[in-house]
């Protein structure tokens, strides 16, 4: 069969995906069986994979699938328990304390402590931790979740202290004969940190507005006038808040390495900026807020909305000063997780323990696939977020009545809701990346090559388009990198643009695998299952895919840009790029002014 028709085919699981979660609106614990179910028969009759692969792959996506499960629960059993323990009333009114415009709390929130936990854990936990707890402020679930889902782009490419580039990157060049003879003399190490490097500078060139953008989303789909406008007039402190981050992130890839942008330009970030807020630095005087809960649309609520809504209201004035929590004492499980975090990631010593074999669960060699399949449940996030949550029992003396058995009860049901959907999803993904048989690559590479095929030498301006659908398959920038790494840099190889021109390639690929975190199912399904939003993930991937439009458009001319001798028109094209997505932003919103004006009229 023709690489032409091999790419189709390969592309139906994705098309799938889009035409019956996007497109049609099935709630995704409908169309990933669906998914799944044509990815298996793709493999099987036209792949010609082995079944014990397929199998195999599955069982390995099932296990990947628990994990994620675990995160979920970890991260609303947290929320949950300081729910419970009255502690979220007082993180609520510091915030309010801080400004009461939700604009800035996104941004304080989403942002730059999601930007911080994605440096220290990665693998879509910022979005289930900063999704509820922005519900619990009072956010309607499906915007919490569209914000938390559109910060999965700049901080995710050094997320997990530097996952994505010291294992995917590195696995996916290192020791490969064609880096090697490219390169030349240059050690592998210090071409790994020359990537990482370009990665910074073009995620700061591009991330820099997602502060802006996150807020014109928000209120364009969920403010009282539904217009960008709203957003965009914070403009000043959105971009304050981008560049708070982006300049630091950069300075520690160059200075430091991989390990810390996210982590350390996330918290340089907050100590600038939170102070900034409350001293009311570039904020408007007329702040933003939504409309009552009551006239809010049926699709944004979740069931977290109306628990916490209800444990709110229905506690009496007399109760809450009873159980007033300090503001300190209120934040510390998230300290204790941040810590716990930076701590099994950052420091060896602890870090190595919790992965040690012998407390590694290994299957190996599923049904003689060559597949394996591992847990290594100390070191899971979720373990952290348990380990908070009993913390938090204690610290809030929680003992005094049933709340702390009712917050596990509660994130038990919220996360068996998230259950069917994710119990296909990532077995469609792991069949899919694991395709390849005698007779053709895997479908993401078979995909991949059709697209190279028809770019040749304008390949860099797609590069980062691979990277997100690799993104949006395996719901991993690291596994994005994994796969298609090596082809990235020998497709720029191919058109003769040298080393140098390869890393450029190569950081573009992981420039595009984090913005593809904004729509990958896996992410949005989970962070949708911690404020109980479940079955709109089809519309929110249809609105992340506005940002993350921007993001691989933005990425592909900056890298062509990049890549040119001295000036060239791809730069115009790059600023053109910003300038028509801040445009098409106004233009929605002086259309939709009108349109209130005439109905006034």
């Keep these: 069969m023709s690489l032409g028709g091999l790419s189709l085919l390969a592309v139906a699981p994705i098309a799938t995906v889009f035409i019956f979660l996007v497109a049609l609106r099935w709630p995704a614990k409908k169309a990933m069986p669906l998914a799944y179910g044509v990815t298996v028969l793709i493999a099987l009759f036209v792949w010609d994979t082995a079944a014990n692969k397929v199998w195999a792959a599955s069982i390995h996506g099932?296990?990947?699938?628990?994990h994620l499960l675990c995160i979920v629960f970890g991260a609303i059993l947290?929320?949950?328990?300081?729910?419970?323990?009255?502690?979220?009333?007082?993180?609520?009114?510091?915030?309010?304390?801080?400004?009461?415009?939700?604009?800035?709390?996104?941004?304080?929130?989403?942002?730059?402590?999601?930007?911080?936990?994605?440096?220290?854990?990665?693998?879509?936990?910022?979005?289930?931790?900063?999704?509820?707890?922005?519900?619990?402020?009072g956010f309607p679930a499906m915007a919490a979740v569209l914000v938390a889902l559109i910060i999965q782009s700049t901080p995710v490419s050094f997320g997990a202290v530097g996952t994505p580039i010291l294992v995917g990157v590195q696995s996916?060049?290192?020791?490969?004969?064609?880096?090697?003879?490219?390169?030349?003399?240059?050690?592998?190490?210090?071409?790994?940190?020359?990537?990482?490097?370009?990665?910074?500078?073009?995620?700061?060139?591009?991330?820099f507005l997602i502060p802006l953008i996150m807020v014109g989303m928000l209120t364009r789909f969920f403010g009282k006038a539904r217009s960008f406008r709203e957003g965009l007039k914070v403009w000043k402190f959105a971009l304050f808040a981008g560049l708070a981050f982006t300049l630091p992130y950069y300075l520690i890839a160059f200075l430091l390495g991989p390990e810390f942008p996210s982590l350390l330009g996330a918290l340089i970030g907050l100590v600038i900026v939170v102070p900034a807020a409350k001293a009311g630095l570039f904020i408007p005087q007329e702040h933003f807020d939504f409309e009552e809960q009551s006239k809010w649309e049926e699709s944004w609520v979740g069931s977290l909305n109306q628990n916490t809504n209800r444990t709110y209201n229905q506690v009496s004035l007399e109760e809450r000063k009873k159980s007033q929590i300090g503001l300190v004492r209120a934040w510390l499980p998230y300290l204790i997780v941040?810590?716990?975090?930076?701590?099994?990631?950052?420091?060896?010593?602890?870090?190595?323990?919790?992965?040690?074999?012998?407390?590694?669960?290994?299957?190996?060699?599923?049904?003689?696939?060559?597949?394996?399949?591992?847990?290594?449940?100390?070191?899971?996030?979720?373990?952290i977020f348990i380990v908070a949550s009993i913390f938090t029992y204690f610290i809030h003396g929680m003992w005094k009545n049933g709340g702390y058995r009712r917050a596990w009860s509660d994130s038990f049901k919220t996360t068996v809701s998230a259950a069917a959907a994710l119990i296909f999803a990532v077995p469609m993904v792991q069949v899919f990346i694991h395709s390849a048989s005698e007779q053709y690559a895997s479908m993401p590479l078979v995909l991949a090559q059709g697209v190279s095929s028809i770019a040749g030498n304008l390949w860099p301006?797609?590069?980062?388009?691979?990277?997100?659908?690799?993104?949006?398959?395996?719901?991993?920038?690291?596994?994005?990198?994994?796969?298609?790494?090596?082809?990235?840099?020998?497709?720029?190889?191919s058109i003769g643009i040298g080393a140098s021109g390869a890393a450029m390639v190569v950081a573009l690929q992981a420039i595009g695998g984090a913005a593809g975190n904004m729509i990958c199912v896996h992410n949005v399904v989970a962070a949708s299952a911690t404020v109980g939003l479940v079955?709109?993930?089809?519309?929110?991937?249809?609105?992340?895919?506005?940002?993350?439009?921007?993001?691989?458009?933005?990425?592909?001319?900056?890298g062509m840009a990049l890549l040119s001798t001295g000036f060239?028109?791809?730069?115009?094209?790059?600023?053109?790029?910003?300038?028509?997505?801040?445009a098409y932003m106004w233009m929605n919103s002086e259309k939709k002014l009108r349109q209130d004006q005439r109905l006034s009229a």
């Design 338 to 383: 941040a810590v716990l975090l930076v701590l099994t990631r950052a420091v060896e010593p602890i870090k190595t323990l919790l992965t040690h074999e012998n407390v590694t669960l290994i299957i190996r060699d599923i049904f003689g696939s060559g597949i394996n399949t591992s847990s290594q449940p100390l070191y899971l996030p979720a373990s």
């Design 568 to 582: 060239s028109l791809w730069y115009v094209a790059w600023l053109a790029i910003v300038g028509l997505f801040l």
């Design 461 to 493: 301006l797609f590069a980062p388009i691979i990277g997100a659908l690799g993104a949006f398959i395996a719901g991993s920038n690291t596994i994005s990198n994994m796969m298609f790494s090596l082809f990235q840099f020998g497709t720029a190889e």
């Design 78 to 137: 947290v929320l949950n328990t300081l729910q419970e323990s009255g502690a979220i009333r007082t993180i609520r009114q510091g915030f309010i304390n801080i400004t009461p415009d939700r604009r800035i709390q996104a941004i304080l929130i989403a942002w730059l402590f999601g930007a911080f936990i994605e440096g220290a854990a990665g693998f879509g936990t910022p979005a289930a931790i900063a999704a509820p707890l922005l519900v619990a402020l």
């Design 535 to 558: 079955g709109r993930e089809g519309d929110l991937i249809r609105k992340a895919l506005i940002p993350m439009t921007y993001y691989v458009l933005a990425g592909g001319t900056l």
């Design 172 to 207: 996916g060049l290192s020791g490969q004969d064609i880096v090697t003879q490219t390169i030349g003399n240059v050690d592998f190490s210090a071409y790994l940190l020359q990537i990482a490097t370009k990665v910074a500078m073009m995620h700061g060139l591009i991330g």
């Design 62 to 66: 099932f296990v990947t699938a628990i």
